[in-house]
């Protein structure tokens, strides 16, 4: 009788680990009930972060930014493929030249990042503190297939844009800082932009601009910005324009953390009748703003810009980044005239800079989240999809190949038991239904 009750406890206990492991997997398929004291990606606060003609323009055409903009002409059409229809302008994502090593940089650049204290006192005791030692320890609970390089390397860039062009994704969205600023991590990166555009021109692949929030950054630091990008890159034939519903052809920003900024700031530089206004000048463009909280909407119509994203790779976590909310915001977008753009991504762990912040992870489960991810965009019927992110490993978002690696201290995730290319060949996967399903969308 005894050894019928131990078997019994045992198999309790597995069923019950069974049952443990398989509601942890599927919880990160939902969006979390509240919302994170932390938004993934933020800088570290005390509180959380407050159809007409279809086709982009060709990949051979330059095209002068000297068109009239309208506000009611802001609104912008689907893009398409490439001539050789292998990629897909509406698909953009969000690319890092952060990275450094001793070879080309003369250390170790992001790869080594700082274990990011909790704010709370108290809570940052119960947790480690310095930094990451490469090549075997690096601030990433991934570990590249190319190993921790340097955004420097050509062999690097050339890799990168092959593995963008592998998963169809047309667009490379640069987190750019102006020339003499740099995050806090890092070094000076402006230098790498030529590039970069020069070896997306190599495979077709346009660039766009993420303006990061540097320190000073105020909506006549950003006038000057888009003037520098316009004047110095704006000829390229890298550089990414959008084909509006009216036919006017402009270039696309991404102002990241644009709520830091007042809205009544934003109007002078973004509305017709502002100030020091790009509108109606040779560096209009199409602005898309992050939207965060909910209360953000109505802040991006007065601020004057096109649109808005939501970046964040974690569902739940916060208004903008939830997957239900989505049909809502498009819904505000297309009543205000503005473009919506969702961003989807793999997963989301950053426990190995911020080793507090557990709660924020979402498991990837073999690709299932992103799909759900890129279902729930769909569902949506937007006219651009954004990635977070192609080579964010600090933050676990990458799509980026990584391989399975174990060292003394460290035991990596992976993407088994799926190849390195797991994410690059959803990624193709979904670019291709997103540009079937829009054409039934338009008939």
């Not at 509240?34 to 990606?41: E, H, T």
């Not at 570290?44 to 930014?65: I, K």
Request: aromatic share 12%.
């Amino acid at each position: 009788m005894a050894r019928l009750r131990k078997k019994a406890c045992v198999a309790l206990f597995l069923f019950t680990l069974f049952i443990f492991g398989t509601m942890m997997g599927l919880r990160t398929l939902k969006p979390s009930d509240g919302f994170s004291d932390l938004a993934p990606g933020l800088k570290l606060l005390p509180v959380a972060a407050e159809r007409m003609d279809r086709r982009s323009v060709s990949s051979e055409v330059v095209v002068s930014p000297i068109h009239v903009h309208a506000i009611t002409d802001t609104k912008v059409v689907y893009t398409n493929s490439n001539p050789e229809g292998d990629i897909y302008y509406d698909v953009h994502i969000f690319y890092y030249t952060w990275f450094g090593t001793p070879k080309l940089d003369g250390k170790y650049i992001h790869w080594d990042h700082v274990l990011v204290p909790h704010w709370d006192p108290k809570i940052a005791a119960s947790y480690p503190k310095g930094r990451h030692t490469p090549p075997e320890d690096i601030g990433s609970s991934f570990y590249p297939e190319l190993g921790p390089y340097s955004s420097r390397d050509p062999d690097i860039l050339e890799s990168h844009m092959e593995q963008l062009k592998a998963a169809a994704a047309g667009v490379l969205v640069l987190s750019w800082y102006p020339p003499g600023m740099v995050d806090d991590n890092g070094e000076l990166t402006e230098d790498l932009v030529p590039s970069l555009l020069n070896a997306a021109h190599r495979h077709g692949i346009k660039v766009a601009f993420h303006i990061q929030p540097y320190k000073g950054r105020t909506d006549r630091t950003v006038h000057g910005n888009i003037k520098y990008i316009i004047d110095k890159y704006g000829n390229h034939r890298a550089f990414y324009r959008f084909k509006t519903s009216t036919g006017k052809i402009l270039p696309l920003f991404y102002i990241y953390d644009s709520y830091l900024t007042p809205p009544e700031d934003w109007a002078n530089l973004l509305s017709s009748s502002g100030s020091h206004s790009l509108r109606k000048t040779p560096y209009d463009g199409v602005f898309i703003s992050l939207i965060v909280e909910e209360r953000h909407k109505d802040d991006i119509v007065s601020g004057g810009f096109d649109g808005m994203y939501t970046y964040f790779a974690s569902n739940g976590f916060s208004f903008g980044s939830s997957h239900q909310n989505w049909k809502a915001i498009k819904t505000f977008c297309d009543i205000n005239n503005l473009m919506f753009i969702p961003s989807v991504g793999p997963g989301y762990i950053d426990t190995s800079i911020r080793p507090w912040n557990n709660h924020n992870t979402r498991n990837r489960v073999n690709g299932k989240y992103y799909e759900t991810s890129l279902q729930a965009a769909l569902m949506v019927r937007p006219e651009i999809v954004t990635i977070t992110s192609f080579n964010e490993w600090h933050e676990g978002t990458q799509i980026e190949k990584a391989l399975p690696k174990k060292t003394l201290t460290r035991m990596y995730l992976d993407y088994l038991p799926h190849k390195p290319d797991l994410y690059l060949e959803l990624t193709r996967k979904w670019a291709e239904q997103f540009n079937k399903e829009k054409e039934q969308w338009l008939m």
